[in-house]
């Protein structure tokens, strides 16, 4: 969803800046995510969103206070709608919706993420391992939802783990969470 934001603000030249304007874009667009796709006004940015460009705003437009109060509304409507499910984000779990059933920090090296983004859009390993630790870096230090792991989540590292083994386990701890009565 904030790489929504940070997609129209780079399409309509708005400076990351201009807070005023960055929030007016916020509240303004339409965001659909579903089926693992992404609509921006029922147009589907899926790729658009993960360029270097909007990676390199991105975490800028994500310290505007009223860009992510607008976020935060929109992700809990998104959840209410769709009954729940799986959401990903680096304040869900201590802002957003704190109350989850499982609460999982899902963690990898910056290397180990550039690795997998390059294999997934190309890029230069070394430079997209720079940009990732840098964007932890703002996200982890902005005073408004920094990035942390939320009070009682567990933190899953993937770094030297395939995908399918770290599906696995996360699936165990929602099974295992459920069995405790907690509402989804």
């Known amino acids: 969803m904030y790489r929504c934001v940070a997609l129209t603000a780079v399409r309509n030249g708005v400076p990351t800046t201009d807070s005023l304007s960055v929030a007016e874009i916020a ?3 339409d ?3 579903r089926d693992g796709i992404t609509l921006l006004d029922g147009i589907d940015v899926s790729s658009e969103i993960r360029t ?3 990676n390199s705003v991105v975490s800028i437009i994500a310290t505007n206070s009223a860009v992510r109060e607008v976020m935060r509304e929109a992700q809990r409507r998104w959840a209410r709608s769709a009954g729940g499910g799986v959401v990903e984000g680096r304040d869900i779990g201590t802002v957003v919706f704190p109350d989850a059933t499982l ?3 899902l963690t990898a090296s910056p290397e180990v993420r550039a690795q ?3 294999a997934e859009a190309g890029g230069d390993v070394a430079e997209v391992a720079r940009s990732i630790a840098e964007r932890d870096h703002i ?3 902005r005073e408004d939802s920094p990035l942390r792991p939320a009070p009682g ?3 899953v590292d993937s770094s030297d783990r395939p995908i399918d083994e770290v ?3 996360i699936v165990r701890l929602l099974s295992e969470s459920d069995k405790g009565g907690h509402d989804v």
Do not use: H, L, Q
Request: no cysteine; hydrophobic share 45%.
């Open 27 to 29: 509240r303004n667009i």
């Open 31 to 33: 965001i659909d995510v």
């Open 52 to 54: 270097p460009e909007v």
């Open 103 to 105: 609460k999982v920090f």
């Open 116 to 118: 997998r983004r390059v």
């Open 139 to 141: 996200d982890s230090t």
């Open 153 to 155: 989540a567990v933190v």
């Open 167 to 169: 599906v696995s386990e």
